[in-house]
């Protein structure tokens, strides 16, 4: 039995916290407020990460220390570089493997597939804390302090995930209402299930031959905004879906008094075209396939 701690019960930290718990494994699940899934094996602490001297002390013994924190959105730039930071230290001290929940930020805006081998060039303030992060983490690996690795996933599916689909549109189509998202309602879209995180997640840990580098998490083929929305509205029984373009204005008003919808207005061009994550590289390592999209979709729709 091995000792694996995790930072953050989100959904992908729970997951993660499920998966090793249910094949046996110790695992230390640290939050704020001792939060967590209820399982054997799964001891949850309520404990601040940001602390360098505590998250050292927690993950002493470990073989693999998980980040799937996630601070609040518009929090990013003051609250990740110290939990960044206290990452590293509890990592180089306890020798155990930093694996990170990333995302697909760092690489801005693209216009192809996105592969691992793409330079990181952020186009906005949180995709340059998400690659500082990164830097950071793969500067302290190749020095030979710490190893790591990171797994990338792109907007999640799953029970309580919180995206703008999943707060603007899922909850309105359910319901037989209009939901509406600043979006190219019909544009290709990746959406990665937070088990497939957890999975790649786990499989990345147990390799060294995975530490150094980034992969991007198994995700099935894209689906559009509007395509998502049908198929969750057939799956749940609920009246076919209506979904409309919401103006771009609509969400700059929005931000005035909302400072989660204020963020989302730089992060807007992942909506506004294509956005695909090429995945296969995790798949032929780890012979992990993806999850189909309407299992995905089922357990969102469950919540």
């Given amino acids: 039995m091995s000792l694996h701690v995790i930072v953050g019960a989100g959904p992908v930290g729970s997951a993660t916290a499920r998966l090793l718990a249910g094949r046996g494994d110790e695992v230390r699940l640290l939050t704020r407020s001792g939060s967590g899934p209820r399982q054997t094996g799964i001891e949850r602490i309520a404990a601040d990460a940001n602390d360098p001297a505590a998250l050292a002390r927690h993950t002493e013994g470990a073989v693999a220390l998980y980040c799937c924190a996630g601070p609040a959105y518009h929090r990013w730039p003051t609250d990740w570089p110290p939990l960044g930071a206290a990452l590293l230290h509890a990592a180089e001290k306890g020798r155990a493997v930093l694996v990170t929940t990333g995302n697909l930020y760092g690489y801005g805006e693209v216009d192809a597939p996105m592969t691992e081998e793409l330079p990181l060039r952020p186009n906005s303030v949180k995709g340059e804390v998400r690659a500082k992060l990164w830097t950071d983490a793969v500067a302290a690996h190749e020095a030979g302090r710490i190893r790591t690795a990171e797994v990338r996933g792109s ?89 409309a373009r919401m103006p771009g204005i609509a969400l700059r008003l929005a931000g005035l008094f909302n400072p989660a919808a204020r963020e989302m207005i730089e992060m807007q061009y992942q909506l506004q075209r294509p956005f695909v994550l090429d995945s296969s590289a995790a798949t032929a390592a780890f012979g992990i396939q993806p999850t189909p999209a309407d299992e995905a979709l089922r357990e969102t729709v469950k919540g």
């Fill in 155 to 243: 907007d999640y599916l799953g029970a309580g995930v919180v995206t703008a689909f999943t707060v603007m549109v899922l909850p309105k189509v359910l319901a037989g209402r209009r939901g509406s998202l600043p979006a190219d309602l019909d544009a290709p879209h990746s959406w990665t299930y937070v088990g497939d995180m957890a999975r790649t997640l786990v499989a990345v840990a147990a390799d060294e031959n995975a530490w150094g580098r980034a992969w991007h998490a198994p995700t099935p083929p894209p689906m559009s905004v509007r395509a998502l929305a049908t198929r969750a509205a057939e799956l749940a029984g609920a009246p076919a879906a209506r979904v």
